[in-house]
């Protein structure tokens, strides 16, 4: 009696353990059917969102500019403390929507593969890339992972985050910045109306170096 019983309960764990039933036909597609609507509502919830954050970050930066032309350094950082948040809530976004956008452990092999329109783009000028962006579109960059330029020391893409506020603007010295129209930034986000440039922010400092960029568009 005692080895039934024992018997019975390790049958009984067994089944607790065993994968659960196929579906039907029917009722995965009832499945994947609800989740492509669910993953569409995401989307455009998304896509709104963004759009907020990167007209807050716009609105921020011409009042951080504005600051520091008043000589409110204070306030003019801790503007540039919110727009640093924004901006890496923005690149959090887009990476999750595009998973090849992993800027920091990027491998040479994975940026070579990136399907993209390749520039090159020197410390000491600009870089016209050909592209018109549109009210819709939704580009970003994506520097190459080993590149770097400077001056006395060799930065990346994010530039020497020692100097914010370089020579009047908002970012760091040696940054790699996109210009739209009359929107900038370094954010690999590009947003704006009009033809893209990238360029080095170098202010009146001389410097050094190039970064290879491959600007991709965002479905």
Known sequence: MRFFLLSLLILTAWAGEAEPPKLPADVQSAIDKATKGIDAAQAKVDAEILKQRQALIKELTKLQESYTKKGNLDVALAIKTRIDEENTKVENMVMANTPVLKLDNLTEAEWASLKGKEFKVTLSGACSTGINVKEKDKYAFVPHPTDTWGREAMFTYKGNDRQPNWVGTPFNAYALLWIVGETQGVSPTITGI???????????????????VKIIQIP
């Open 194 to 212: 009009g033809q893209l440039m990238l360029k080095g922010n170098l202010g009146t400092s001389g410097g050094s170096g190039s970064i290879r």
